[in-house]
């Protein structure tokens, strides 16, 4: 018997909370990403862990809010917890690993390709993981073709998402490159639950498992509050959070032919008097 999917039990409001989902987590880490490139050496790697953490738990946090609103009609659904919170330990170690890619290597070429590759396949295996945590009475089957689009549509926009991160470094970029990104992860999404069939089965055996009500809170109280906290450090200047001494490599390294010739230039309008009435004092005599 073929179950009856429904995947917008409450219309737009969680496709659309997922979404915002998503971008919040992919603004706040592509914004770190473009810090790291911005701040010294010794920063990077903090900005960069910052980063894939928010965008991990920006995607696992959209893919619940949406399956909030997926349901199946003739069983009821519920979710193993080891499995479903294992899906965001997945997202959050292959996003890094591709951001850390990018953040060293830089948002061109191979480099970039790879970056873009690793984040796609992190946000499909979070998502197929996810699903694999599900406990219903009956089986799940997806359509091959249709699964192969989910997981190119995620690889093509975090590539692009990862570009744009890399390339640009003011902050309406990093907004436009969240945007690709939540496309990224709600494209993913809603593509890989076109491809899904549900067979039930006849038995009436009890399946076990927790309610999607039972998960609401842990991942509200633990993945949205770190996301809150990101933005917070996001919001502030690099310099205010870190101190001085995670700018001043960076200033000294492109700053120095810039900034010295300023100070220069704002020092000669005094000294040029002082010298002219120097040599105007010595040559006085001199013509005496």
Not at 99 to 120: E, M, N, P, Q, S
Not at 142 to 164: C, P
Not at 206 to 217: K, N, R, T, V
Request: proline share 6%; hydrophobic share 50%.
């Amino acid at each position: 018997m073929r179950g009856t999917v429904d995947g917008f039990t409450y219309g737009l409001v969680t496709p659309v909370v997922a979404y915002l989902m998503a971008c919040l987590g992919g603004a706040l880490g592509l914004r770190c990403t473009t810090r790291s490139i911005l701040v010294a050496q010794s920063w990077r790697p903090g900005w960069l862990a910052l980063g894939s953490a928010a965008i991990g738990s920006g995607i696992w946090t959209m893919h619940f809010v949406a399956m909030m609103g997926f349901t199946v009609k003739e069983a009821p659904i519920h979710y193993d917890k080891a499995l479903t919170f294992a899906s965001l330990g997945v997202a959050i170690v292959m996003v890094g690993v591709g951001i850390f890619i990018v953040g060293y290597r830089g948002a061109r070429g191979a480099a970039l390709f790879t970056g873009g590759t690793i984040t796609g396949l992190g946000v499909a295996s979070m998502h197929y993981l996810g699903m694999a945590g599900m406990r219903l009475n009956g089986k799940l089957e997806y359509n091959t073709l249709t699964v192969a689009a989910s997981v190119v549509i995620a690889m093509a926009a975090a590539t692009a998402a990862l570009w744009a991160a890399g390339q640009v470094r003011g902050f309406t970029w990093s907004v436009g490159a969240s945007l690709v990104m939540g496309l990224a992860v709600s494209g993913m999404h809603y593509t890989g639950m076109a491809a899904l069939s549900v067979h039930l089965h006849d038995t009436g055996v009890p399946i076990g498992g927790d309610s999607p009500a039972e998960l609401l809170w842990p991942m509200l109280v633990g993945p949205l509050a770190f996301l809150v906290l990101a933005g917070v450090v996001v919001m502030f200047d690099p310099m205010m959070v870190m101190g001085k001494p995670a700018v001043a490599p960076v200033e000294n390294k492109p700053g120095v032919p810039a900034h010295p010739a300023v100070h220069h230039q704002a020092r000669r309008p005094p000294l040029r008097p002082v010298r002219l009435a120097g040599r105007r004092g010595s040559r006085t005599p001199q013509n005496r």
